[in-house]
């Protein structure tokens, strides 16, 4: 069965630390880009962060800009998304996808989506 799967999600304290994983079963994360969303309630789907298939380029949204870090761990055909000094406005279900497109540090263009996560619950709350 062709999949992915997020895990990791929680509730965090703001400022506190998560790191969501993407695994993909069936198929090989390599040649794709992978895209991490997240929906806040009331809102729409927003990607956040991106890294390449081929040589790591990661793109970021403003919002998530030297908090967030986006890695590849080829040997476990998994993506992470380390999340650190979160805020209560990073409340969302976070959501991994696979597809082809290009990663710049400063665009990322994703032209097909291949593969969805089915999402994971982040809460930031005191």
């Known amino acids: 069965q062709l999949q992915l799967v997020e895990s990791g999600g929680g509730l965090v304290q703001p400022g506190g630390s998560l790191r969501l994983s993407c695994a993909a079963s069936?198929?090989?994360?390599?040649?794709?880009?992978i895209v991490w969303f997240r929906q806040a309630p009331g809102k729409e789907r927003e990607p956040i962060s991106c890294?390449?298939?081929?040589?790591?380029?990661?793109y970021y949204v403003e919002s998530v800009k030297g908090r967030f870090a986006i890695s590849r761990d080829t040997a476990k055909n998994t993506v992470f998304l380390q999340m650190n000094s979160l805020k209560p406005e990073d409340t969302a279900v976070y959501y991994c996808?696979?597809?082809?497109?290009?990663?710049?540090?400063?665009?990322?263009?994703?032209?097909?989506?291949?593969?969805w996560g089915q999402g994971t619950q982040v809460t930031v709350s005191s």
């Open positions: 996808a696979a597809g082809g497109g290009s990663v710049l540090p400063s665009i990322c263009v994703f032209r097909r989506i291949d593969y």
């Open positions: 069936g198929f090989t994360l390599d040649s794709y880009v």
């Open positions: 890294i390449s298939s081929n040589d790591g380029t990661a």
